[in-house]
């Protein structure tokens, strides 16, 4: 929290504020994970074992798009368009 001598509310504004745009940030970047996960393995035609583990551990919390969108990635993953392995120079690993 952020406050200066005699702010009294204003500290509890800022705080909330950063609350509300950390909670934002957060979202766009968990709902755009799975979205870039796809896009790599769909080009680079692999998956990593990670990145499968990622999946079911989210797969709760991912909206209606996203659910699709992983259905779609296992079906690839069934009719072997995306091999389970590794990736030299994993970029989602930076």
Do not use: Y
């Not at 940030?25 to 990670?50: P, Q």
């Not at 798009?65 to 368009?81: C, S």
């Amino acid at each position: 929290m952020f406050s200066r001598p005699g702010d009294g509310d204003q500290s509890v504004i800022v705080q909330s504020n950063l609350s509300i745009e950390l909670w934002s940030l957060l979202v766009s970047i968990f709902a755009m994970n799975l979205g870039l996960l796809f896009l790599e393995s769909l080009s680079t035609g692999v998956i990593t074992k990670e990145e499968l583990d990622w999946v079911t551990f989210h797969q709760r919390d991912f909206s209606r798009i996203e659910e699709a969108t992983a259905l779609r990635l296992g079906r690839f993953i069934d009719q072997g368009l995306i091999q389970l392995g590794c990736r030299i120079g994993d970029p989602l690993s930076r």
